[in-house]
């Protein structure tokens, strides 16, 4: 199905409140609590990591309940709008510095880290899902994505560069460093719900109607409210079935690695251009801006190879060369501004193959879950996804702030002793290196290419017109 280039704008703003919320937490929250509120970097790790957790659970249990609901407006538009201002609302507080003890300090950015990624939950897997909703073409997908990457790439530059830039303008404006944070949060809240409003009201498909609904269902008959606890036996019943899917497992493994990898880029970046490389705001500022700008350049290109040479292959041979580039990095050491800016931009590309063409891949392995149950549960595959990228958030921020603490990271120094700095440079280099060369590796395995997705869509078909499926010929995605 070919959509409206209204729909894909439409869809394609929503990205920038996923990608602005989760760009401006893993790239600052870490430093945020140990350099301005004063927070050791192992009790930061901890509560970054706690609610990245958090999120993980929220996550399926969203997704259940978006697969679940049938309201006038479909399964997944509500969540956008009903997410829209606790987003607004709860991200400026998370950047609200409060002049207490050591301990409530504690206990107020744990409370506002966890209700950050729950509102983030309400409505991540909600949109993700309506994605596979919108479209069931294997081509179209990956254009639906694109236009959603380019938005997630203003969400990105707003998550990057007003953090920087905004905080420096305002203190050279003469307002503290801690009113330019908290300032900082509210507009990010309040331009991450807009986003939402707009994609959410402004998208007029709604989601079809299973075709494989219960008779009752198709009858009209209301179904009798079932207990919570008979829902939550369903829910894990369900995702049961569902993991038993090969590509869901190698999604997981490759999300969960390569996310690892991201957050200790994205978060170690910020300890890197300032400790090692000793960078102005305004030379960080550029090399936000580069990445943006590259991001978005990159976007089309990598669309036009997934078409060419298949979005696995495209996906898997991007990953591979950055990895390889960052790990070459550590060696040659890259010590310069410019040398900053290129080794960035060579992360870029795979960092567009796997924001670009993972969601892309994960609305393929629906219609491979709909063939086994019998019923499409976008909203709950796509959620195991996403729960391998809250997890890894979690794992990765708790490893680099424990690692920061044991190297003798010390934010009142202005100088970090030679292994701080050494281990720093690995953080950004060599362990996000490495774990993009074994994601490569565990996408190779993947299942599902275009000719698949064609097996898997003609199968459906067929099984819609009467005809009896062999699952058997089916082995190599299930079990």
Not at 37 to 47: C, D, E, L, N, S
Request: proline share 3%.
């Amino acid at each position: 199905m070919k959509l409206k280039l209204s729909t894909k704008i439409s869809y394609g703003i929503g990205g920038i409140a996923d990608e602005t919320m989760y760009t401006a937490a893993g790239t600052f929250l870490l430093f945020y609590l140990t350099s301005v509120v004063g927070i050791a970097p192992a009790a930061a790790g901890t509560i970054v990591a706690f609610g990245s957790v958090w999120e993980a659970v929220c996550g399926p249990v969203v997704g259940f309940m978006s697969d679940s609901i049938d309201t006038r407006y479909g399964k997944r538009k509500p969540f956008l709008v009903v997410a829209a201002i606790p987003v607004a609302l709860i991200t400026g507080l998370l950047f609200t510095t409060v002049n207490v003890s050591y301990g409530v300090k504690i206990i107020y950015y744990f409370t506002m880290t966890l209700l950050y990624w729950q509102s983030f939950a309400t409505y991540f897997v909600p949109y993700l899902s309506w994605g596979s909703d919108l479209t069931q073409d294997y081509n179209e997908r990956t254009v639906l994505r694109t236009f959603a990457y380019v938005f997630n790439q203003i969400g990105m530059a707003i998550g990057l560069i007003l953090p920087t830039a905004f905080v420096d303008y305002l203190m050279n404006m003469g307002a503290s460093r801690e009113t330019g944070w908290m300032l900082t949060g509210f507009t990010i809240g309040l331009i991450c719900a807009a986003a939402l409003l707009i994609c959410g009201l402004t998208i007029r498909d709604t989601d079809k109607k299973d075709p494989c609904e219960n008779v009752a269902a198709a009858n009209g008959k209301k179904k009798k409210k079932k207990k919570i606890t008979g829902n939550i036996k369903i829910m894990l019943l369900e995702y049961r079935e569902i993991v038993k899917l090969k590509p869901i497992r190698y999604i997981i493994g490759a999300s969960l690695l390569y996310l690892i990898a991201n957050t200790f880029f994205l978060s170690d970046r910020v300890y890197f251009f300032t400790y090692n490389q000793k960078l102005e705001a305004g030379e960080v500022t550029f090399i936000m801006i580069l990445l943006t700008a590259a991001g978005i350049g990159l976007s089309p290109f990598i669309a036009s190879l997934s078409k060419r040479f298949d979005k696995k292959n495209v996906f898997m041979w991007g990953v591979f060369f950055s990895g390889i580039c960052l790990i070459t990095a550590k060696f040659i050491s890259v010590t310069s501004f410019a040398g900053s800016c290129i080794i960035s931009c060579l992360y870029c590309i795979g960092n567009t193959s796997y924001w670009q063409l993972m969601p892309s891949m994960i609305y393929d392995v629906c219609e491979a879950e709909e063939l086994f149950s019998g019923k499409k549960h976008s909203g709950q595959v796509i959620s195991l996804q996403a729960l391998s990228e809250s997890l890894s958030i979690a794992i990765g921020s708790q490893l680099l702030g424990l690692l920061l603490q044991m190297v003798g990271f010390d934010s009142s120094l202005k100088e970090q002793s030679r292994i701080t700095l050494w281990w720093i440079d690995s953080c950004f280099s060599l362990i996000p290196g490495f774990c993009m060369i074994l994601v490569a590796l565990i996408v190779y395995r993947y299942p599902i290419d275009r000719s698949r997705f064609k097996d898997i869509l003609d199968a459906l078909e067929k099984r819609k017109s009467g005809v009896m499926i062999n699952l058997e010929e089916f082995d190599d995605i299930y079990r």
